[in-house]
């Protein structure tokens, strides 16, 4: 019986490869000249800081593009607020998601439904979910459904057996 899991997984090498080209960036392009911008990157959260509130804006730009370069999904991001930081400086910490939490899971679950294909299941597995069903081709539809509707956290979809 064919089946794949559906997974929301980051690639953290790619994630600081970007780190990495933005941090370059900003020490070589001329409007971040003396403004100390620099992007900390841990397994959790990245730290942008920089000397004013404009200049942690462009630096959050060019790291979004340095991610989407790197095909690596903007939905893994979770900015909080800009904050106030030592000598005027400004700081913003971002979180990265990822996993698949209950309620994303449960909306999967209730998409796959949806679709009304027989014989097709789907169980959630921790933060993954696993999809069973008779065709490959409902399963191929399934994909299909899933890359369309905006779910709020980046889909991949492995270990597709026949």
Do not use: W
Request: charged share 35%; with cysteine; hydrophobic share 35%.
């Amino acid at each position: 019986m064919p089946s794949f899991d559906i997974v929301s997984e980051i690639d953290h090498q790619e994630v600081k490869n970007a780190v990495d080209q933005a941090n370059r960036e900003a020490t070589t392009r001329f409007d971040f000249k003396n403004t100390d911008s620099k992007i900390d990157y841990n397994e959790k959260e990245l730290v942008l800081s920089s000397s004013t509130e404009d200049r942690l804006r462009a630096l959050y730009q060019v790291l979004e593009e340095k991610l989407v370069r790197r095909d690596v999904s903007l939905k893994v991001l979770d900015p909080k607020t800009i904050e106030d930081a030592s000598r005027g400086s400004a700081r913003q910490h971002i979180t990265l998601k990822a996993g698949i939490g209950q309620d994303e899971a449960k909306k999967i679950n209730k998409l796959i439904k949806e679709l009304n294909l027989k014989g097709v299941q789907s169980q959630i597995q921790g933060d993954q979910v696993r999809v069973t069903g008779k065709k490959r081709d409902e399963l191929q539809a399934i994909i299909a459904a899933c890359k369309e509707a905006d779910l709020g956290v980046p889909l991949q979809f492995i270990n597709f057996r026949d």
